[in-house]
């Protein structure tokens, strides 16, 4: 039977941590994103307490694991853990997102939580949600792009853009890279099964 993409090893998926304030709407942006109600949505702030895994597919990249985390504000005695909280999502995270309220606007907390970021030197997206609250939306650069996650308004040209942060050659994912040394001789054996999709390998 043909392995599916929910059959891949987290250890062999692209990680991509999602960011921000808390009410930005980072639950309700991962649930657009994958058309599945992963993350907790509610009125009141600071429904996400842990983080929230969820694999799924996300073409040219492949298998992904999309991780959504608490809100994140540097205020009050928490302020320092939350810090150190995200730091260690961060360490195991491949590509970052970084949820803005595009009504609020580009605050000092999203301007320290892209300072993590790129103190990790992560490729990374800005996006810039409830853009239907906008009466104009502003020009979008190379790292940003306005969507409305409540109207699914951009939804799928945010994939496209996410997926390009990174470029697929420089991608270090390897399948048995912890069991090789150069020099060793391998012989790779992929079963053919005529019921899969063209182009897909079978996991064994």
């Known amino acids: ?37 992963v993350s907790i949505v509610a009125d009141v702030a600071g429904t996400t307490t842990d983080p929230v895994q969820k694999a799924m597919e996300l073409l040219p990249l492949g ?19 939350r810090i150190q909280k995200t730091k ?24 320290l939580l892209l300072a993590l970021i790129q103190e990790k030197e992560l490729p990374y997206l800005i996006i810039y949600n409830k853009s239907d609250l906008l ?25 496209e853009k996410l997926a390009h942060q990174i470029p697929t050659e420089d991608m270090t994912l390897q399948i048995v890279g912890d069991l090789l040394c150069p020099g060793d001789l391998a012989v790779l054996v992929i079963p053919i099964d005529s019921a899969a999709p063209k182009g897909r390998l079978i996991l064994p």
């Not at 649930?31 to 109600?37: I, L, Y």
């Not at 298998?63 to 853990?81: A, N, Q, R, S």
């Not at 009466?135 to 799928?156: D, G, R, V, W």
């Open 135 to 159: 009466e104009k939306i502003p020009k979008e650069e190379e790292h940003s792009i306005y969507i409305s996650a409540l109207e699914k308004i951009s939804i799928q040209e945010c994939k």
């Open 63 to 81: 298998p992904v694991m999309i991780i959504d985390t608490p809100g994140f504000d540097d205020v009050g005695e928490l302020g320092e853990k």
């Open 88 to 111: 260690q999502i961060l360490n195991r995270t491949d590509i970052a997102v970084l949820v803005v309220d595009a009504k609020k606007g580009f605050t000092a907390t999203d301007k």
């Open 1 to 37: 039977m043909a392995g599916t993409q929910n059959d891949t090893p987290g250890s062999n998926r692209l990680h991509i941590g999602v960011f921000g304030k808390t009410n930005s709407g980072k639950s309700s942006f991962i649930n657009a994103f994958t058309h599945q109600e």
